[in-house]
């Protein structure tokens, strides 16, 4: 081999070489995620923290690969227009938004930034999509239920937990998008099951404090609080009337069981939240929001609180044990 060969080919391995120190020392692209939940850090930080791990699972770093603002709601579905616009403004790749009042926020607002949805209650019948195959413009993610279905269990639940009971309270936001899906569900099973319900109604703190006012001057015997994201941030409040009380009370999801209610039914919440970093990765790698389909919960969970129960002085039937997924002691 000529000396002008070697040389040529050492050549060409330096400019080899000079590459691929070149690509490596190129920056990792930073994608920027906005994040909005519906209530507070406080009571639904676990959602965020499930979001969080489903992108670790798909090799994320904070700080390296991405950067996530986050911004909370506060319970109030006013604010969700004023939190979209503002992380619009960051230019934010993708928006992820909590409950049906985000995912219409988002819908409504007119942009073009993609946006996945967790924990939305029946995207179809309030507009947000299209369709679960074909969601259609720039929005797509994870629903809680699609139609009717699993409200009227609640009533059920508590009839089985508490047999003699004959009237139940149900708190209620009557702005919450899928109101009027709980009010028919739950009228329909107390009919069923010979229970008489009356409805206590709060769209924000005062009229809360005023329907739990009256829900304690009616002495009604067992609680159901439809999903809310109110409920959530007043969850303390909540809380004081039912142990005062002693009222057998069930809520839409774990949460609430875990900081000390009674039972819950209803999908998981994280579990939505996690899944849908599964549709962010997607879309960070270029999927059109219009070709994700919408995914439905997979399962339901059944939640008892045997320290709850203990503390309001009742004894959770075999049968209704029996059915729930977990039980804390």
Avoid: C
């Amino acid at each position: 081999m000529t000396k002008a060969r070697v040389l040529s080919i050492l050549f060409v391995v330096l400019l080899l070489a000079v590459a691929v120190i070149a690509e490596a020392q190129q920056p990792t692209k930073m994608s920027r995620i906005g994040f909005i939940g519906a209530s507070s850090a406080v009571t639904s930080g676990q959602n965020l923290e499930a979001f969080r791990q489903g992108l670790r699972d798909l090799h994320y770093v904070e700080g390296e690969n991405i950067a996530i603002e986050v911004r909370w709601a506060g319970g109030s579905a006013q604010r969700f227009p004023q939190l979209i616009a503002e992380l619009v403004g960051l230019k934010v790749d993708v928006l992820l938004v909590s409950a049906a009042a985000g995912a219409l926020a988002a819908k409504n607002a007119g942009i073009t930034t993609p946006v996945v949805f967790a924990a939305v209650t029946d995207p179809i019948g309030y507009g947000i999509i299209h369709s679960l195959a074909r969601p259609g413009g720039n929005i797509t993610g994870v629903a809680l239920a699609v139609g009717e279905g699993f409200s009227g269990k609640w009533v059920e639940l508590l009839k089985e937990t508490v047999p003699k009971v004959s009237r139940m309270a149900v708190l209620r936001n009557p702005s919450h998008p899928v109101a009027e899906v709980f009010l028919r569900e739950t009228r329909a099973a107390g009919r069923a099951l010979g229970v008489r319900l009356q409805f206590f109604e709060a769209r924000d703190p005062n009229q809360l404090d005023t329907a739990l006012w009256r829900l304690e001057k009616e002495h009604d015997q067992a609680l159901i609080v439809t999903p809310d994201p109110l409920f959530g941030t007043q969850r303390k409040r909540l809380f004081e009337v039912i142990e005062r009380h002693r009222l057998p009370t069930i809520f839409h999801n774990k949460e609430f069981v875990d900081a000390g209610g009674l039972m819950s039914y209803g999908p998981s919440f994280p579990d939505s939240y996690r899944r849908a970093a599964v549709y962010v990765d997607k879309i960070l790698k270029g999927t059109k929001p219009a070709d994700l389909p919408v995914e439905q919960p997979k399962k339901f969970e059944f939640i008892i609180n045997l320290k709850a129960a203990k503390q309001i002085g009742l004894t959770i039937p075999p049968n209704v044990l029996a059915r729930a997924d977990r039980v804390i002691k």
